[in-house]
């Protein structure tokens, strides 16, 4: 059996290499890491982020209400900068819902597709259940 969850299906689906970081927005916040150690999901959601609050009140649906759009924009920003530095991430991919809804993308970022998660679920099916380096997950995409 192989349980995933849809930030880690979305960010597998997503890989291009090196190390990516995968943000959700959408109701939530999802994320996902790939390094040279595989595919790493992860709950930064719930990590305190500002003024008592985490990173998925300023991020999530509850976020992108209270602040507004615009508002709403410059705290991904900030908290892709902020991640990207601290995880080193060569690259961050910002999927879910919400994603589209951005009018302009932070630096060393791209938009995601929810349909990279039909990819990603894809690719799990196809190794043997063992965790992937970055280097086979490459492998796994090609064929």
């Known amino acids: 059996m192989k349980v995933i969850n849809d930030?880690?299906?979305q960010a597998l689906?997503?890989?291009?290499?090196?190390r990516m970081l995968f943000l959700g927005l959408g109701t939530g916040l999802g994320s996902a890491m790939i390094s040279d150690h595989g595919l790493e999901p992860?709950?930064?959601?719930?990590?305190?982020?500002?003024?008592?609050?985490?990173?998925?009140?300023?991020?999530?649906?509850?976020g992108l209400k209270k602040l507004g759009r615009k508002k709403w924009e410059k705290e991904v920003a900030k908290v892709v900068a902020c991640l990207s530095e601290a995880l080193e991430a060569d690259h961050v991919v910002l999927g879910g819902g919400n994603a589209k809804k951005l009018q302009k993308l932070p630096p060393n970022s791209s938009l995601g597709?929810?349909?990279?998660?039909?990819?990603?679920?894809?690719l799990m099916w196809k190794d043997d259940g063992q965790r992937k380096t970055t280097d086979q997950l490459e492998s796994a995409r090609q064929e």
């Open 7 to 9: 930030a880690a299906m």
């Open 13 to 18: 689906g997503s890989y291009q290499g090196g």
């Open 42 to 62: 992860m709950e930064l959601a719930h990590l305190p982020y500002k003024k008592g609050k985490t990173y998925e009140d300023y991020l999530g649906l509850r």
């Open 113 to 122: 597709s929810n349909n990279n998660a039909f990819v990603g679920g894809s």
